[in-house]
């Protein structure tokens, strides 16, 4: 027999028991019903969204045959199957496949043709078999082709004039690349293998097995079996790639294997991943030996693509990043790497998270997302304590708590009855709101206990999925009672935060304490039914003398009472230790000046978690302005940067929406808050070049936020011409050569601002030719962002023109959208061209994305904004099931809106400001 015969039939011999190993460790149809099975359906109807029971992969066998200079690519796809009775239907999920031919071959070796229909606009098919087959096991064989996706499914990406293949299929991707059962309880390996031109390079979620060059200038590329996995987490790459190995990580306590680690580049750019490949290894030990659960997959590629619709996709053996994120080059300022290694230790994380354990269906995929950034987070001060990453998480939360208090919101946990329900669950309340409810109930329960949880929950279902109970089984069984199960519950199930409204005494004996709960509600926002949490309050109470003390209590009432152990009465309480609990506070006006005077003695999450309620009170009216402004000014000289700089969005609310546009209030009112801020600032600038802010820490954005309040809301000239200065010189506007150490980069886009704050549009047209002639993924994102933020209304009608054009990537379409809906300046030019071009932009953004085009009107702050945008776009965006981002659009404009009306009085007073002029209408879209 030749070696080539040789070769193949030991590859069927080991696809063969593979498939049969999987078999053997697969639960049972009945099992799998009891976890959760698929949607139930009339004999013959077709499915509305999950698939029914009927059928169940077991493997997948998958060839495709890509050629990154084409238009399309075609597929054969080989799926071992169980049936749980005959048929002669089976549903299945596919969306723009072209099937050439649709057979299933019965346990037997018969073949059986069938016809292959999709359902138009539901991402589900059907295979109808020419006659019922009636054995238990058979093999569904689909030849097929399809188009490239637009950052999704399998796309093409063109960067330096080379084409390269990327995947994306999270959440329901994986049919738009070939037909099978795409929903995430449907856990098997997968024998994938290519055909590709000799020069192309194939990486993919497990190593190479065969690689042999064919005689017609292709190669047959044949990949390692995959351990189970669910669809969304298949993945590869195609293209002239670069790999960088990186330092073999050295089996250990945990895993008996070595693991290879490499990075996959566009050519070229190898290097510049060094540092990313250098940081891996002791965020993956940490998360092994926390655990206890050994890496569970055979290599880490760290996989760089040119244009990427999310941070990064933690597809095991083949994490993909945004390369701006990736590509850290020679000498990454500690802001950036820092940045990188909150996501890559998230990414990381989700291999424990999300591939080791996988949620049963996507309303349970907090499991996935909420646990990885709670890990990411846990990690990271871990390893590198006074890097600030002890802060992420209440950093989290504050964004999330600012989503969780409109009337339109996501629970945790949410029904998924739709597609765009799938599409709608990856928010700050899957990941940020559900990680702070874990570190929450972290320190309520303990550590130690915590973790033997954690620990519990992964053992039990290591390879196979699990839904949310099955986590609040874990908690019971640690804790020996289902109370601190039944409180996590009440926060993942319903939407959002409570607020408790707290007050305390000393009588002659220990501490009380009194504890009010309700739903928090921002001015604008519609009250409804009242709402119940069971809180796990942790209280700091802050002595005098430094003895402090801390608390836990479970508030489960809408009023209650605890009397604390501790017998002294202390100088003030904190209601939020360490700032880990995910509720807003309320006290009376009286002590939150009280404790305003005592901010020195709160811990850094605590002052933030002060200045976040403090903004809180304010936007529901419970804290009058006048109240407020004084308190601004105590913050603004916090020791701690983020806290200090939190009221800013507040007032620059109050610049944009209340204070008159004429010159004479504008220039009071911005007069006013430079003076509070001037100090900070100034201190700032002297640490303009230094890696870390004068608090230590590497988060730079306190600076960033300070330096744009002044250049392009206050308008500063002193401070633009300083910046500006830089900006020019970095990019050599009006000089022969560009300096590229004139600004530092975690403070380049905030000179670009400055720069076009003095330039205007000439500067505009400069950054966007340099953009064209260089290939830095992190120049160009500084480029666009700084162009969006500008309230120059030429350079943002040059920006929306470039966007629509096939020079701008798509990760800059979505990323510019965002940010422009945060800039007032931008509304008025930003919605003509949403609702003419609409169907334009829509096609360049991947499915789950295209939702988010709602948040483009969120700059307006009138009700008849509201209004107009509601009608205006509801049939088109119901079209695409976006009513849920268009519900939360209308509902941040008409809060907006209310607050306006609300505080205009008495901050126009503080301002010493007369009168309002009412802002101009909206332009009428014709």
Known sequence: MSPARKLLFTLIGVFIAAALLYRLQSPSPEERAARGGGE???????????????????AYRLRFAIDPQAEQYSGHAEIDVELAAPTQRIALNGKGLSVRQARVFTSGGEAVSAAYREIPGTGLAELRLRRPVDTKLATIVIDYAAPFGALEGVYKVVSGNQPFIFTQFEATSARMAFPGFDEPRFKTPYHVSFRVPAGQTVVGNTQVAVERLLGDGHKIVVLAPTAALPTYLVAFAIGPLEVVDGKTMAANQHRAAAIPLRAVTPPGKGDLARPALARTEDILTAIEAYTGIGYPYAKLDLIAAPDFAASAMENPGAIVYRDSLLLLGDAPSEERLRKFDSIHAHELAHQWFG????????????LN?????????KMLSRLYPGRGFDKDISRGARTAMALDAGANVRAVRQPIRTQQDIDAAFTPITYEKGAAILTMFEAYMGADKFRAAIRHYLQKHAGGTAATEDFLKAITETMGEESVAAALKSFIDQPGAPLATVAWSCPQTGVTI???QSRYRPLGAPADAEALWSIPMCVRLLSSDGQDATECIMAKRQHQTFYLREANCPAAIVPNAGGRGY???????????YMGDRAALLRPAEVLSFADNLSAAFRDGSLAFGDYLPLIRQLAASADDDAATVPIADLKFLLHNVVPQDAQAQTAARALIADIYRPRLEVGLENLDAETSDDGDETREPLRRLLSLYIVDLQDPAITALMA???KAYVGYGRSAADASAVAGDFRRVAFSAALMAEGSPFAEHLLTAMQGQDDPAFREDVVLALAATPHTETIGRLLEYLLTSQARGDELHRSVAMLAHNSAAASLVWPWLVTHLDAILARLPEWRKGEVATAAA????????????QTLQDRLAAIGAEQRLAETVAAIQRCAALKAAVSEQVLSAFGIEAMVAPPPMPEIK
């Open 40 to 58: 139930t359906t009339e004999a013959g109807a077709a499915p509305k969204l999950r698939l029914p029971d009927a059928v169940t992969p077991l």
């Open 355 to 366: 591939n080791l354990v996988t949620s049963a269906w996507w309303e349970d995929i907090w």
């Open 369 to 377: 997302e909420s646990f990885a950034d709670w890990l990411a987070a």
């Open 514 to 516: 009194n504890v009010s």
């Open 583 to 593: 509720y807003r506070w309320r006290l009376s006006a009286e002590d939150w000046r």
């Open 725 to 727: 200065a830089r900006g």
């Open 859 to 870: 700059g307006f702050c009138q009700t008849e904004d509201a209004v107009l945008v509601r």
